[in-house]
């Protein structure tokens, strides 16, 4: 189990972004959640299979069509899982 924090940059705020993402989180069978930060970015915590999480991650660093990502942060721990299922905050 890995635990992964994702901030997307660009133009990821009222473009469907978090609603895309918990659809392919729920998919991908990744726990966590999506929520937007104050500043214009996408916050993201994800836990899963790494094999998951990398999936996740390179979906996230596109996003949805009517988004523009112009850049993706990650951190990664081994923290144990704490999330059931994937929420939008």
């Known amino acids: ?3 992964l924090i994702i901030k997307i ?3 990821v705020q009222g473009v469907g972004f ?3 993402a918990y659809w392919m989180a729920r998919k991908m069978r ?3 959640f999506v929520m937007n930060d104050p500043d214009g970015s996408v916050y ?6 790494e094999s998951a999480l990398n999936d996740f991650l390179t979906w ?7 988004a523009r990502v ?16 994937f929420r939008v905050g």
Do not use: L, N, Q
Not at 44 to 49: L, R, S, T
Not at 70 to 85: H, I, K, V
């Open 1 to 3: 189990m890995k635990h």
């Open 9 to 11: 940059y660009g133009d």
């Open 18 to 20: 978090r609603d895309a």
């Open 30 to 32: 990744v726990a966590g």
């Open 44 to 49: 993201i915590e994800a836990e899963g299979d």
């Open 60 to 66: 996230c660093r596109k996003g949805p069509v009517t």
């Open 70 to 85: 112009s850049r993706a942060e990650t951190e990664w721990s081994d923290e144990p899982g704490t999330f059931t299922g």
